[in-house]
């Protein structure tokens, strides 16, 4: 039996779902979190029959006329798959507004039963719902529950199998003017009869409320974005200082900096194994995982941190914050949401734009989302943060707040580039503030901590060990002494002069930039593996090993490089469906390295004339390159403007 | 001699899988698998 779970956008589908199957799929309280059809069995505990019962969760749609991406895939899926039974859930917070889509719903024949769902807040405001009345009025069963306690989802699946057994065609109600041409109008008004039937509303929404309150100072049009500012440098404060810095530090200098090696070489030695299979397994293999490893304790605090600002509320408050920012560079609202769910990682980030209707809003957001820090780059930020800024809380947090300067500036700078017009509006009806859940923080923070060690398992591993193979054998397969004369190194020295403008000198820094593009963590992987076997200092501890290749701001540059430059390939790959042409997706990667690559030359060329009062290395190629983008900017610029006012479209 | 075909062997085994799962996971658009990268449907299949 297949069970479609169906409803408008942040209703809580994929909580009830995970509740109902086990799974962890990612929730949000702001809509657009499931962009793609997700299937699994139901839980053993909602299936006392043993019945072969599949569960479905589609996009939230706002009706059968599919106005986005994946509201599309949820009609395909309806209308195509015919679901035994669907479960229509409603929010119960806002009936009104969900039962448009349901009474289109029940007009198709498919059984349906609603779930009337977020009791718990209904009952907090003291609002009533008469839900015998309401399933009259609809022709179906209305059970009211709570996904997140797991209230009522006995019965409701009870009931849903009950009428998938039944084979029963679903009864649409009827009401005047539905074949008329004002259709929807007519539906709407039914509904709005039927809400004051069996709806009683207490709370006084002229009233203002203490989640109002807060909102006039969280989501202030002033104070919005420096409050963000000061709570992320709390989060990273808290990450970084707390018990996940004293973890992180344990893990790299003892855990992975001693024991696993001594361990490792003794148990070799004592087997008798030659000395350069002995160094792949010690310093590329274990030394490379071991260092991104190392960092996993503060990646779980910082994203258990993230988790809680999420569910509290507040997230949603910062896409608010955000709007009147990106409604001036041609973006609407909707495009902070992938890029919130791209600080977890960039893949689903770029999914996420799937909700954008606008195809160029679409386009800049799927080209922006990338420069938001993922989880792959938090191992960056703290190797760095780490190792050249030991006394700055204020590193962490600012990649954050560059990383909002560049979706500001690279926004304007695609809208001027590209004849785009954008128009749509957006619209986010905010979550109640709430008490957040530990247990939501906890179950996320663990599923990062997996995916973390999956990556650290196979792709970093399989890249450090070709990195260590690279950097100790001679293009002949001589094992070298010097790493100068390795293949890594020629590989390096090709790439090594485009990055004399940036100030970043020697074919290491070139090397883990390349492997930087596999997978992020792959740049602390590579400077691991490839320290480890030229220096005796500690990589992670303040003036380690890499103050040979870096002074503070040119560190502060190869930070911005690497994080503000392309994704890895998985996202770029996710980039690739999501754009579904090649051209823009070569346009896109173009315009990020352009992007990252200035910025890191200006930190670097204007940093060290500020700082040091001498220019960097490669001060001469960095004006003629400056030189020469800014030429490009202008002319492609006027030829816009020019097709522009031919087109009669406004910048 | 013997020490070196054993432990050859079984990190030569380690890489090879850990390369077979990138190598799918790159041919099947998968992620690692949290829902961090959101597409689960192609996960824990």
Same mark, same amino acid.
């Given at each position: 039996?297949?069970?479609?779970?169906?409803?408008?956008?942040?209703?809580?589908?994929?909580?009830?779902?995970?509740?109902?199957?086990?799974?962890?799929?990612?929730?949000?309280?702001?809509?657009?979190?499931?962009?793609?059809?997700?299937?699994?069995?139901?839980?053993?505990? !909602?299936?006392?029959?043993?019945?072969? %019962?599949?569960?479905?969760? @589609?996009?939230?749609?706002?009706?059968?006329?599919?106005?986005?991406?994946? /509201?599309?895939?949820?009609?395909?899926?309806?209308?195509?798959?015919?679901?035994?039974?669907?479960?229509?859930?409603?929010?119960?917070?806002?009936?009104?507004?969900?039962?448009?889509?349901?009474?289109?719903?029940?007009?198709?024949?498919?059984?349906?039963?609603?779930?009337?769902?977020?009791?718990?807040?209904?009952?907090?405001?003291?609002?009533?719902?008469?839900?015998?009345?309401?399933?009259?009025?609809?022709?179906?069963?209305?059970?009211?529950?709570?996904?997140?306690?797991? /209230?009522?989802?006995?019965?409701? =699946?009870? /009931?849903?199998?009950?009428?998938?057994?039944?084979?029963?065609?679903?009864?649409?109600?009827?009401?005047?003017?539905?074949?008329?041409?004002?259709?929807?109008? *007519?539906?709407?008004?039914?509904?709005?009869?039927?809400?004051?039937?069996?709806?009683?509303?207490?709370?006084?929404?002229?009233?203002?409320? @203490?989640?109002?309150?807060?909102?006039?100072?969280?989501?202030?049009?002033?104070?919005?974005?420096?409050?963000?500012?000061?709570?992320?440098?709390?989060?990273?404060?808290?990450?970084?200082?707390?018990?996940?810095?004293?973890?992180?530090?344990?893990?790299?200098? %003892?855990?992975?900096?001693?024991?696993?090696?001594?361990?490792?070489?003794?148990?070799?030695?004592?087997?008798?194994?030659?000395?350069?299979?002995?160094?792949?397994?010690?310093?590329?293999?274990?030394?490379?995982?071991?260092?991104?490893?190392?960092?996993?304790?503060?990646?779980?605090?910082?994203?258990?941190?993230?988790?809680?600002?999420?569910?509290?509320? #507040?997230?949603?408050?910062?896409?608010?914050?955000?709007?009147?920012?990106?409604?001036?560079?041609?973006?609407?609202?909707?495009?902070?949401?992938?890029?919130?769910?791209?600080?977890?990682?960039?893949?689903?980030?770029?999914?996420?734009?799937?909700?954008?209707?606008?195809?160029? /809003?679409?386009?800049?957001?799927?080209?922006?989302?990338?420069?938001?820090?993922?989880?792959?780059?938090?191992?960056?930020?703290?190797?760095?943060?780490?190792?050249?800024?030991?006394?700055?809380?204020?590193?962490?947090?600012?990649? !954050? =707040?560059?990383?909002?300067?560049?979706?500001?500036?690279?926004?304007?700078?695609?809208?001027?580039?590209?004849?785009?017009?954008?128009?749509?509006?957006?619209?986010?009806?905010?979550?109640?503030?709430?008490?957040?859940?530990?247990? #939501?923080?906890?179950?996320?923070?663990?599923?990062?901590?997996?995916?973390?060690? !999956?990556?650290?398992?196979?792709?970093?591993?399989?890249?450090?060990?070709?990195?260590?193979?690279?950097? *100790?054998?001679?293009?002949?397969?001589?094992?070298?002494?010097?790493?100068?004369?390795?293949?890594?190194?020629?590989?390096?020295?090709?790439?090594?002069? =485009?990055?004399?403008?940036?100030?970043? %000198?020697?074919?290491? @820094?070139?090397?883990?930039?390349?492997?930087?593009?596999?997978?992020?963590?792959?740049?602390?992987?590579?400077?691991?593996?490839?320290?480890?076997?030229?220096?005796?200092?500690?990589?992670?501890?303040?003036?380690?090993?890499?103050?040979?290749?870096?002074?503070?701001?040119?560190?502060?540059?190869?930070?911005?490089?690497?994080?503000?430059?392309?994704?890895?390939?998985?996202?770029?790959?996710?980039?690739?469906?999501?754009?579904?042409?090649?051209?823009?997706?070569?346009?896109?990667?173009?315009?990020?390295?352009?992007?990252?690559?200035?910025?890191?030359?200006?930190?670097?060329?204007?940093?060290?004339?500020?700082?040091?009062?001498?220019?960097?290395?490669?001060?001469?190629?960095?004006?003629?390159?400056?030189?020469?983008?800014?030429?490009?900017?202008?002319?492609?610029?006027?030829?816009?403007?020019?097709?522009?006012?031919?087109?009669?479209?406004?910048? | 001699?013997?020490?070196?075909?054993?432990?050859?062997?079984?990190?030569?085994?380690?890489?090879?899988?850990?390369?077979?799962?990138?190598?799918?996971?790159?041919?099947?658009?998968?992620?690692?698998?949290?829902?961090?990268?959101?597409?689960?449907?192609?996960?824990?299949?």
């Amino acid at each position: 039996m297949k069970i479609a779970l169906t409803g408008n956008p942040n209703s809580g589908k994929t909580t009830l779902f995970n509740a109902i199957t086990g799974k962890a799929e990612n929730v949000g309280n702001w809509p657009g979190v499931t962009v793609a059809v997700k299937e699994a069995d139901l839980k053993k505990k !909602y299936n006392q029959q043993g019945l072969e %019962v599949k569960i479905i969760d @589609l996009p939230g749609t706002y009706s059968i006329s599919p106005f986005t991406g994946e /509201e599309k895939i949820t009609r395909d899926f309806i209308l195509g798959e015919e679901p035994d039974v669907i479960i229509n859930i409603v929010d119960g917070a806002n009936v009104g507004r969900s039962l448009f889509f349901t009474t289109q719903l029940l007009e198709l024949g498919i059984p349906v039963i609603i779930a009337l769902n977020k009791n718990d807040i209904v009952s907090k405001r003291g609002d009533t719902v008469d839900y015998t009345a309401l399933g009259n009025e609809l022709n179906c069963v209305v059970i009211p529950t709570t996904a997140t306690s797991e /209230e009522g989802l006995l019965k409701l =699946i009870n /009931e849903a199998i009950k009428l998938g057994n039944e084979k029963k065609a679903q009864i649409a109600p009827e009401f005047p003017g539905k074949d008329s041409e004002d259709s929807d109008l *007519a539906r709407q008004k039914f509904i709005d009869s039927i809400v004051v039937k069996c709806q009683v509303k207490k709370r006084d929404a002229s009233k203002v409320s @203490l989640s109002d309150k807060a909102d006039r100072i969280v989501a202030h049009k002033w104070l919005g974005l420096p409050i963000f500012f000061v709570i992320m440098w709390a989060v990273f404060s808290f990450s970084i200082e707390g018990v996940g810095g004293f973890l992180s530090g344990y893990f790299n200098e %003892v855990l992975f900096g001693e024991i696993i090696p001594n361990a490792a070489n003794a148990l070799l030695e004592g087997l008798g194994v030659n000395e350069l299979l002995q160094a792949l397994i010690v310093d590329g293999a274990i030394g490379g995982v071991g260092a991104v490893v190392g960092f996993l304790p503060l990646v779980m605090v910082l994203f258990f941190c993230l988790s809680l600002l999420e569910d509290c509320g #507040y997230m949603a408050r910062v896409a608010v914050v955000m709007d009147r920012f990106f409604k001036k560079i041609g973006l609407s609202g909707k495009s902070i949401i992938p890029m919130i769910v791209g600080s977890g990682c960039a893949i689903p980030g770029v999914m996420a734009t799937r909700t954008i209707e606008d195809v160029n /809003e679409r386009r800049m957001t799927t080209i922006l989302t990338p420069f938001v820090p993922c989880g792959a780059k938090l191992p960056i930020i703290a190797l760095f943060a780490a190792v050249f800024f030991p006394d700055n809380a204020w590193v962490g947090p600012s990649m !954050y =707040i560059i990383a909002i300067a560049m979706i500001v500036i690279g926004g304007l700078l695609l809208k001027k580039i590209f004849v785009w017009e954008n128009s749509s509006q957006f619209i986010m009806e905010l979550p109640d503030y709430k008490f957040p859940s530990i247990k #939501y923080a906890f179950l996320q923070m663990i599923d990062k901590a997996k995916a973390f060690i !999956y990556k650290a398992s196979t792709i970093i591993l399989v890249c450090n060990t070709l990195v260590w193979f690279a950097q *100790a054998y001679s293009w002949g397969l001589k094992p070298v002494e010097d790493q100068s004369l390795s293949i890594l190194a020629s590989l390096g020295s090709m790439i090594a002069p =485009i990055l004399i403008p940036l100030g970043f %000198v020697g074919w290491q @820094l070139a090397a883990a930039a390349i492997t930087g593009f596999i997978a992020k963590e792959n740049v602390v992987a590579t400077f691991a593996v490839l320290l480890a076997v030229a220096s005796e200092e500690a990589l992670h501890l303040p003036g380690g090993a890499l103050v040979q290749f870096f002074t503070p701001v040119t560190a502060f540059a190869y930070l911005a490089f690497n994080l503000f430059t392309p994704p890895c390939f998985a996202a770029i790959g996710a980039m690739n469906s999501e754009m579904g042409s090649k051209k823009w997706l070569f346009k896109a990667l173009g315009f990020q390295f352009a992007v990252g690559y200035i910025l890191a030359m200006l930190i670097t060329q204007i940093g060290s004339l500020i700082v040091y009062g001498t220019p960097a290395v490669g001060f001469i190629p960095a004006i003629i390159i400056t030189a020469l983008v800014a030429t490009y900017l202008v002319i492609t610029i006027k030829k816009s403007d020019a097709k522009r006012a031919e087109l009669g479209v406004e910048a | 001699m013997t020490g070196n075909i054993i432990v050859g062997a079984v990190f030569a085994v380690i890489i090879i899988f850990a390369a077979t799962k990138v190598f799918k996971d790159a041919k099947n658009q998968k992620c690692s698998c949290g829902t961090s990268c959101s597409d689960k449907s192609k996960c824990h299949k």
